[in-house]
């Protein structure tokens, strides 16, 4: 709802006429290679997935790990943030690994995706600093509350109730019957968390971790190559405007939609392509992306049920 509601104000008076040429003339060569990427990035993160497991003891099947990860990714285009749960599910379901387990793994990826984020954030607003003033600028927006957490006295009493509140919480919780079913919940889900300090191959996830995200910019850069009026953006725009994507994605829509177009639409008028050239761009772009997010999905589900006809016979 959220989404659509920001893809409304964005393209209120937006001329679809020229979205569909676009569309027609792209050059499908830069496409076909932006979507390689695309696929590359999800097997990558499941191959990642399943070395993270490994120090625990497991060894799922890379089939089932890569396939988890398209479903989730096509989960979360109907409930954003209900992926990274039906990735554990899928693998206590088809691997037996235990779901604690699996979602301490996830956290720890997360946190290293975040770490990632913030790197290339650096590079890209370090390379791209006047554009990056300009939007910021442009886009600023007051937040609310913002007297309060700047004054000393306010912040302290915002954190002293956050603490007073989850210790009411804890005392609660501890009281109940299934205080021990958490614990071990909880302790399960550390040693998740914490199996990269027992990870042999470290350096392999490393280097999967990096290439996973090579392949998230190269899937979005390669997409400039299929339009005449964004051919000639430099590698550098496109880590801003890659970045800026990223962080849009963050907000709870269906695949980021609405706050990721306005972010990159704002973006590349500042590198002096037209709004509806920057409009159409976003719209085509965001569109093809999440078709296919939806089509790994439902061969990741079509995967998974002949994988379990094939266990029968």
Known sequence: ML??????????D?????FWGELRNMNLFWFAVSTFFGVMSHVLRGWRWKLSLAPLGYNPSSAVCVNSVYIAY?????LPRVGEVSRCVILDRH???????????????RMLDTLMVLLITLVAVAMQWPVFCKFINEAGVEVPGGDMLSSPRG???ILLSMLAVAILLFLFIRKLAIWKKIKSFISRFMEGVLSLRKMKNGWLFIIETV??????FMQFYLCFFCFDFSSDLSVAAALLLFVGGSIAV??????GAGPWHYVIMSIMVLYGVTKTDAGTFALIVHSTQTLLVALLGLYGIAALQLRNVRRKK
């Open 74 to 78: 096509a989960a979360n285009l109907v």
């Open 95 to 109: 691997e037996r690994v235990p779901f604690a387990h699996s979602l301490g793994t996830l956290v720890m990826e």
């Open 211 to 216: 290439g996973i995200w090579f392949c998230y």
């Open 3 to 12: 989404g659509a509601l920001i893809l409304y104000m964005v393209y209120d």
């Open 250 to 255: 963050v907000v709870p829509t269906p695949n």
């Open 155 to 157: 912040l302290t009493v």
């Open 14 to 18: 937006f001329d679809f006429s020229q």
